[in-house]
């Protein structure tokens, strides 16, 4: 039986999942969570009432946390395409840019959209102003170590690249990447050209009217 993965196609952590199972052609069954699919939601809260996807299902095992979850289709159902090198030291820098993504840029955002829709005691503005100084701290690294880099470790696709390409998505959206990040712009280019990515973007298309800052005419 094929694994399943619970979680909504707009949602950033659930992209990054279904990017992983993309670019191994992992064969999986999708159940999307919201209104028109409650038997979904009732399966999904029971297994993890912590509330938060993507959940993996495969078995009797059941993974939670998108980088666990990445790592768990590499040991359980391997590809060709090796998310995470088997080099200790290489896999570590991986790892590392792994968390990069999700805690400096992910959350910048989160952080805006929380304000925005009333989440966290914090005026809508002052979020967006401290998401948008967060964000470009994060930009300013990255510019510097993506030189001369393809990927985010360096010549191959990773974790990392899993994390970077929602990441940035909406953290463009969130803060524009001005051209004084050349660099940081062409790698969130090539990441939407990616295949597993542009996929990933396509299948959530329809539900850009819900982003809380206004989604872009552009992507």
């Known amino acids: 039986m094929s694994p399943a993965l619970y979680g909504h196609p707009f949602s950033s952590y659930t992209q990054k999942a279904l990017i992983a199972l993309y670019e ?12 028109d699919t409650p038997e979904h939601m009732a399966a999904w809260l029971e297994r993890w009432p912590m509330a938060r996807f993507p959940l993996l299902v495969d078995g009797e095992r059941q993974v939670v946390e998108t980088s666990v979850i990445v790592e768990y289709l590499q040991l359980a159902h391997p590809g060709p395409v ?21 805690l400096y840029v992910m959350d910048a955002v989160q952080l805006a959209v929380a304000a925005t829709l009333g989440r966290i005691p914090m005026a809508a503005d002052d979020g967006r ?22 990927w985010a470790a360096g010549e191959t ?5 899993c994390a970077a390409a929602p990441s940035l998505f909406y953290a463009d959206w969130t803060q524009p990447i001005a051209e ?37 005419d552009r992507d």
């Open 157 to 161: 696709f990773t974790l990392a690249d």
């Open 82 to 102: 090796r998310l995470v090198p088997d080099d200790p030291m290489a896999a570590l820098d991986v790892r590392f840019l792994d968390r990069f993504f999700d």
């Open 129 to 150: 102003k401290l998401a948008g100084e967060r964000l470009e701290s994060a930009y300013a690294w990255l510019e510097g170590h993506l030189a001369g880099k393809t």
């Open 180 to 216: 004084t990040y050349p660099a940081l712009r062409a790698y969130r280019a090539r990441l939407l050209a990616r295949p597993s990515f542009a996929r990933a973007v396509d299948e959530a298309r329809e539900f850009r009217p819900l982003f809380p800052l206004g989604a872009p």
């Open 24 to 35: 191994n052609a992992t064969p999986f069954e999708f159940r999307s969570i919201g209104p």
